[in-house]
T-cell receptor, first 114, second 115 residues
């Protein structure tokens, strides 16, 4: 069965410093992987997705993620944090074994200090 | 139009009330989803409709009753809810549910409070 682990429940950074949100996955098939962002009391917005094309995926708002099969990881990065990046981030995996029903990680809360 | 709309934004109801949540998309998506989200938790899948047929029911109590009148609309009928059902209810859609490459588009949610 597919699963996803977000290694940190909270990540705290200063504005202008790099962001790293970690995600490891488990899948017996070729997975699709997604990162979503959720601002308080809002719906989820897709940041980026990996679907077996390029392993380095660029998303919106300067975020990117690299699919590393050998490490079963799909970490989200951004070179310079902005105050508006403060939000909850979800890593999501989907594969044929799970009937393509997305499985969500527990979420990582990104806190950005001025 | 890449938007999923949900109404109402907020809903307060008593345990004996009957109410409905509404979700709409005009992207031509054939899969639609209801999720329940508690504070500081990921969304929990409740129901999935594929081509207007109920495809997945994640053992949701019968006080929640989904309905898909057409390919653009999804309703969630609520009756005799409990205070622990208070949560953010999210609707999502995707092109289909038979391919993993299709991302989900989420609505802004309905904040439900059960008194």
């Amino acid at each position: 069965a597919q699963s996803v682990t977000q290694l940190d429940s909270h990540v705290s950074v200063s504005e202008g410093t790099p962001v790293l949100l970690r995600c490891n996955y488990s899948s017996s098939y070729s997975p699709s992987l997604f990162w979503y962002v959720q601002h308080p009391n809002k719906g989820l917005q897709l940041l980026l997705k990996y679907t077996s094309a390029a392993t380095l995926v660029k998303g919106i708002n300067g975020f990117e993620a690299e699919f590393k099969k050998s490490e079963t990881s799909f970490h989200l990065t951004k070179p310079s944090a902005h105050m508006s990046d403060a939000a909850e981030y979800f890593c999501v995996v989907s594969d044929r074994g799970g009937s393509y029903i997305p499985t969500f990680g527990r979420g990582t809360s990104l806190i950005v200090h001025p | 139009d890449t938007e999923v709309t949900q109404t109402p934004k907020h809903l307060v109801m008593g345990m004996t009330n009957k109410k409905s949540l509404k979700c709409e998309q005009h992207m031509g998506h054939r899969a639609m989803y209801w999720y329940k989200q508690k504070a500081k938790k990921p969304p929990e899948l409740m129901f999935v409709y594929s081509y207007e047929k109920l495809s997945i029911n994640e053992s949701v109590p019968s006080r929640f009753s989904p309905e898909c009148p057409n390919s653009s609309l999804l309703n969630l009928h609520l009756h005799a809810l409990q205070p622990e059902d208070s949560a953010l209810y999210l609707c999502a859609s995707s092109q289909t549910m038979t391919s993993g490459i299709n991302e989900q588009f989420f609505g802004p949610g309905t904040r439900l409070t059960v008194l």
